[in-house]
């Protein structure tokens, strides 16, 4: 099965920055949505972030002008780089890639935004 691998997560302070790695395991062709969504311990898993296949990209509102996802078609990996990290950011976030064909997540990766 092809597997989404997450890295990146972590611990940092308020206003600090980090980038989310997802990389799969071995090519996936013309994936439509690429994206990342978080979950808070007893809330709603939520979208953050997506791009699409034609490069349109969008974001919740929580996290616009902070958050910028990306990613690269050779290494087969998406990126979301977050910046200017807010307490309220804290949850574990997961990669999700898909089409009409497939529909694929990542194990998650705990981010952590405390002093």
């Known amino acids: 099965q092809v597997q989404l691998v997450e890295s990146g997560g972590g611990l940092v302070q308020p206003g600090g920055s980090l980038r989310l790695s997802c990389a799969a395991s071995?090519?996936?062709?013309?994936?439509?949505?690429m994206g990342w969504y978080r979950q808070a311990p007893g809330k709603q898993r939520e979208l953050v972030a997506a791009?699409?296949?034609?490069?349109?990209?969008n974001y919740a509102d929580s996290v616009k002008g902070r958050f910028t996802i990306s990613r690269d078609n050779a290494k087969n990996t998406v990126y979301l780089e977050m910046t200017s990290l807010k307490p309220e950011d804290t949850a574990v976030y997961y990669c999700?890639?898909?089409?009409?064909?497939?529909?694929?997540w990542g194990q998650g990766t705990q981010v952590t935004v405390s002093s």
């Open positions: 071995r090519s996936i062709f013309s994936p439509y949505f």
């Open positions: 791009i699409t296949r034609d490069s349109n990209t």
């Open positions: 999700n890639l898909n089409n009409r064909d497939f529909d694929f």
